[in-house]
Nanobody, 113 residues
Framework: QVQLVESGGGLVQAGGSLRLSCAVS????????MGWYRQAPGKQREFVAR???????YYADSVKGRFTISRDNAKNMVYLQMNSLKPEDTAVYYC???????WGQGTQVTVSS
């Protein structure tokens, strides 16, 4: 059974940083593009970042230059380093394959102004 367990969220002031982690089970990272997504209150879930099998990265325009996605295939982990956080980054963050196929419980990120 596929498991995606996100962690690392929390409450941070605007301008601060957080590093999200995603522990992946029963998905072979070496054979899948992976992504981070987020859902803010009252809004649809949206794409945040993607990392390909070859390590190429893509970002939503809203986070480009501030967020960095990475992966460690040996540890079955995917990460999202978030810098210069803004209140509009407040959301529940999820990792999944890209395209998204599975969902974990997510991790809450709250950025205060």
């Amino acid at each position: 059974q596929v498991q995606l367990v996100e962690s690392g969220g929390g409450l941070v002031q605007a301008g601060g940083s957080l590093r999200l982690s995603c522990a992946v089970s029963r998905i072979r990272l070496g054979f899948n593009d992976m992504g981070w997504y987020r859902q803010a209150p009252g809004k649809q879930r949206e794409f945040v970042a993607r990392i390909t099998i070859g390590g190429i990265t893509y970002y939503a325009d809203s986070v480009k230059g501030r967020f960095t996605i990475s992966r460690d295939n040996a540890k079955n982990m995917v990460y999202l380093q978030m810098n210069s956080l803004k209140p509009e980054d407040t959301a529940v963050y999820y990792c999944s394959t890209f395209p998204a196929g599975y969902w974990g419980q997510g991790t809450q990120v709250t950025v205060s102004s």
